[in-house]
């Protein structure tokens, strides 16, 4: 499975194009052709594109990207979910930050911060390390033409996968933090509402959220990558006065940041209504998500939405840039936006 997967890797039209010369037919005129380079990292890389280790190094800049960002912001998410599921007592994100601090001082900010840290440090090692697989993946499957046309399609493919696998890390994780940040007189830490959830629901109370985080992250991760993706693309292309290979390093994650927070602006509205359902959710025990969503309607699954804007946008963006910082300072491989194969341009007519 790891030698096919490497096998992909090495043909992968995310990879770099390096020039090679062929000689003709006639054998009098070397042809310049496109071939993937992929026998050892590139001068300046720590790793081989597509290897095992690329893929590790990549899984590690994504337990970084989301384990940190998501811990940074806990006060905003945990008064997020508090609009979420009690509107009454809390009435705007202003009032939510001040009605916290009364009633539980500055340190109830923090609550949740473990299994927040734990569950997306455990996200983000697969949502990034397997999108770098499945992409590499599913590119070889269309083959190096299709990949580029339909690059989009490839990217929401591939991400869906990757978060398909991501959220069955984080469920539990997340079972707890919306316990601890939403439920008065529970646990206020990890080590004491994991046990307790246990001894309540069984080890239902750690999944019964599963399909709406399904719901919730997928098609935000779907968005997030794709839009980005295409974010990048578009802005190196009408932009930034010159190609990217022209910018520094710091002027590519000037670029990297930018793109990460449109995404994450598309990102929070696509996922609103399935995050309301999630905090709603592992509040009331018993429940469904189909009860949940009957009960909050239309109107009450966009509660919170202003807040989760500014919290996924801010997030999105610095997990993106985080990411690509990762790659630059352990320098690993990091292929610009797929271009137009020779092969396509040669049909296309293209120059």
């Given at each position: 499975?790891?030698?096919?997967?490497?096998?992909?890797?090495?043909?992968?039209?995310?990879?770099?194009?390096?020039?090679?010369?062929?000689?003709?037919?006639?054998?009098?005129?070397?042809?310049?052709?496109?071939?993937?380079?992929?026998?050892?990292?590139?001068?300046?890389?720590?790793?081989?594109?597509?290897?095992?280790?690329?893929?590790?190094?990549?899984?590690?800049?994504?337990?970084?990207?989301?384990?940190?960002?998501?811990?940074?912001?806990?006060?905003?998410?945990?008064?997020?979910?508090?609009?979420?599921?009690?509107?009454?007592?809390?009435?705007?994100?202003?009032?939510?930050?001040?009605?916290?601090?009364?009633?539980?001082?500055?340190?109830?900010?923090?609550?949740?911060?473990?299994?927040?840290?734990?569950?997306?440090?455990?996200?983000?090692?697969?949502?990034?390390?397997?999108?770098?697989?499945?992409?590499?993946?599913?590119?070889?499957?269309?083959?190096?033409?299709?990949?580029?046309?339909?690059?989009?399609?490839?990217?929401?493919?591939?991400?869906?996968?990757?978060?398909?696998?991501?959220?069955?890390?984080?469920?539990?994780?997340?079972?707890?933090?919306?316990?601890?940040?939403?439920?008065?007189?529970?646990?206020?830490?990890?080590?004491?509402?994991?046990?307790?959830?246990?001894a309540d629901e069984g080890i239902s109370a750690f999944y019964k959220g599963l399909v709406p985080l399904w719901m919730r992250q997928i098609p935000y991760t779907m968005m997030k990558f794709a839009c980005f993706e295409k974010t990048v693309?578009?802005?190196?292309?009408?932009?930034?006065?010159?190609?990217?290979?022209?910018?520094?390093?710091?002027?590519?994650?000037?670029?990297?940041?930018?793109?990460?927070?449109?995404?994450?602006?598309?990102?929070?509205?696509?996922?609103?209504?399935?995050?309301?359902?999630?905090?709603?959710?592992?509040?009331?025990?018993?429940?469904?998500?189909?009860?949940?969503?009957?009960?909050?309607?239309?109107?009450?699954?966009?509660?919170?939405?202003?807040?989760?804007?500014?919290?996924?946008?801010?997030?999105?963006?610095?997990?993106?840039?985080?990411?690509?910082?990762?790659?630059?300072?352990?320098?690993?491989?990091?292929?610009?936006?797929?271009?137009?194969?020779?092969?396509?341009?040669?049909?296309?007519?293209?120059?």
């Amino acid at each position: 499975m790891f030698s096919s997967l490497i096998d992909a890797a090495r043909n992968s039209p995310f990879k770099a194009p390096v020039a090679r010369c062929e000689e003709s037919s006639d054998n009098k005129q070397l042809v310049p052709t496109r071939n993937i380079q992929a026998a050892a990292a590139n001068p300046g890389e720590a790793c081989e594109f597509g290897s095992l280790h690329y893929f590790a190094l990549c899984g590690v800049g994504g337990i970084l990207s989301c384990g940190t960002t998501h811990t940074f912001v806990v006060p905003l998410d945990l008064v997020k979910c508090r609009l979420q599921v009690n509107s009454a007592k809390y009435k705007n994100l202003f009032n939510g930050f001040r009605v916290t601090v009364a009633e539980e001082g500055a340190r109830g900010l923090a609550k949740g911060w473990a299994p927040t840290a734990f569950g997306y440090s455990a996200q983000g090692l697969f949502k990034f390390g397997l999108y770098e697989v499945f992409k590499v993946y599913y590119a070889e499957i269309l083959g190096e033409e299709n990949a580029y046309l339909w690059r989009t399609g490839l990217y929401l493919a591939a991400s869906a996968s990757a978060e398909f696998f991501a959220d069955i890390a984080l469920a539990p994780f997340e079972a707890a933090k919306v316990k601890i940040q939403t439920s008065e007189n529970f646990a206020s830490t990890l080590r004491a509402a994991m046990p307790r959830m246990y001894a309540d629901e069984g080890i239902s109370a750690f999944y019964k959220g599963l399909v709406p985080l399904w719901m919730r992250q997928i098609p935000y991760t779907m968005m997030k990558f794709a839009c980005f993706e295409k974010t990048v693309e578009v802005l190196y292309k009408y932009v930034v006065p010159k190609p990217r290979a022209d910018c520094s390093k710091g002027e590519q994650l000037i670029v990297t940041f930018a793109a990460g927070y449109i995404a994450g602006v598309f990102c929070a509205i696509v996922s609103h209504p399935a995050d309301v359902v999630v905090s709603k959710l592992n509040q009331a025990k018993g429940s469904s998500a189909i009860d949940v969503a009957k009960k909050l309607g239309f109107g009450g699954m966009w509660q919170g939405l202003g807040p989760r804007i500014v919290m996924i946008g801010t997030l999105t963006a610095l997990q993106w840039f985080i990411y690509d910082g990762v790659k630059v300072a352990l320098q690993i491989p990091r292929p610009p936006p797929m271009e137009m194969p020779a092969s396509l341009k040669a049909k296309l007519g293209v120059e």
